[in-house]
């Protein structure tokens, strides 16, 4: 867990992420996103690829306690998930999809972002696997490859958050579609947040 | 059209991209790819976005020629597009997904990238929409939206150029369930090519 001045480092992180994107970040202008010095941010952080490694597990795991829904009713758990990844307020407000995004483009030349990339998907891809396991044993959804439709859900997540980036797409149409699939796969369709 | 010296600095200018990365792209480095000088490539083009916005328009024009795909039944042009858009030769061998991935993730601080991209996938939408229209009209497909099935298309293919960049995944999987997909939404299969 981190420290309180480690948080606002990160959010510092996320706006000179956002507004002067990887190749124009440096650790004096984190600095003068936040009230610090760059002196005092390379005490907690050696290098600006240090401190990248852990902004994104810093991400990660608010991403990951979000998803981790305790829900008994496997429909409820997709239902929350799927609010989760769509959630308006998070694509606009916080700028993250734009930082993740950074760093994702970064992955083919930084094997520690890629590693945490890996373990994100994983994650993603169990919670989603697991849900649809459980809602096919409890005979909610057709009989189908669990793994199948994880891995179907995260890459089309994947594919939303690109286009959210690159495109400036608003995700809302798109989230119809992946849950006609589901409903194609599953004989059952997640009920709609409504959305803004 | 480009001429031979522009294309011989579009392919020097991937391979920069994809040796350094978009941080780390200087017009030095991309004559250093060449056997041209910086100054010749300055001659060309101003400034490195005037290249990379070329280079951008170089890479799209590339991939639509590819996928003007002629054929008179939908279903070999669906099979087709899908053919190209999974060709393994391409997302290993020239590093174009990397050198696109950089691009993309420029795209928020870009209008000139965004508004290449936004092109592009209007243009794969359309291949799409129009060979499930067509599909639908000849019988072959069951009665469905053809620009909801486009967009599905369209944004799988979105995630798994994201996962084969962030990844280092291979498609095959993926393709395999986008095929799934394609088969509960169309009532219909596309052939797969066997893929290395």
Same mark, same amino acid.
Request: proline share 4%; with cysteine; aromatic share 8%.
């Given at each position: 867990?981190?420290?309180?001045?480690?948080?606002?480092?990160?959010?510092?992180?996320?706006?000179?992420?956002?507004?002067?994107?990887?190749?124009?970040?440096?650790?004096?202008?984190?600095?003068?996103?936040?009230?610090?010095?760059?002196?005092?941010?390379?005490?907690?952080?050696?290098?600006?690829?240090?401190?990248?490694?852990?902004?994104?597990?810093?991400?990660?795991?608010?991403?990951?306690?979000?998803?981790?829904?305790?829900?008994?009713?496997?429909?409820?758990?997709?239902?929350?998930?799927?609010?989760?990844?769509?959630?308006?307020?998070?694509?606009?407000?916080?700028?993250?999809?734009?930082?993740?995004?950074?760093?994702? =483009?970064? /992955?083919?030349?930084? +094997?520690?972002?890629?590693?945490?990339?890996? &373990?994100?998907? %994983?994650?993603? *891809?169990? #919670?989603?696997?697991? =849900?649809? /396991?459980?809602?096919? +044993?409890?005979?909610?959804?057709?009989?189908? &490859?669990?793994? %199948?439709?994880? *891995?179907? #859900?995260?890459?089309?997540?994947?594919?939303?958050?690109?286009?959210?980036?690159?495109?400036?797409?608003?995700?809302?149409?798109?989230?119809?579609?992946?849950?006609?699939?589901?409903?194609?796969?599953?004989?059952?369709?997640?009920?709609?947040?409504?959305?803004?």
């Amino acid at each position: 867990m981190e420290s309180e001045t480690e948080a606002a480092i990160f959010e510092a992180t996320n706006r000179a992420l956002c507004e002067h994107g990887y190749a124009g970040l440096t650790m004096q202008r984190i600095a003068a996103e936040s009230s610090m010095t760059s002196a005092a941010i390379h005490y907690h952080f050696d290098t600006k690829e240090e401190l990248l490694v852990s902004f994104l597990e810093y991400l990660i795991e608010r991403f990951e306690a979000k998803i981790a829904c305790e829900a008994a009713d496997p429909r409820t758990r997709l239902e929350e998930f799927l609010d989760i990844v769509f959630d308006p307020a998070q694509s606009k407000a916080d700028g993250f999809p734009v930082a993740l995004m950074e760093l994702k =483009a970064q /992955a083919p030349y930084h +094997d520690r972002f890629r590693d945490r990339f890996l &373990d994100l998907d %994983a994650t993603i *891809r169990e #919670v989603v696997a697991e =849900a649809v /396991a459980d809602g096919v +044993d409890a005979g909610h959804f057709e009989e189908t &490859d669990p793994h %199948a439709i994880a *891995r179907l #859900v995260t890459t089309t997540i994947n594919g939303i958050h690109v286009r959210t980036v690159a495109l400036g797409e608003r995700p809302v149409e798109t989230r119809q579609v992946l849950e006609a699939t589901l409903e194609a796969h599953l004989g059952w369709r997640p009920d709609s947040e409504v959305m803004a």
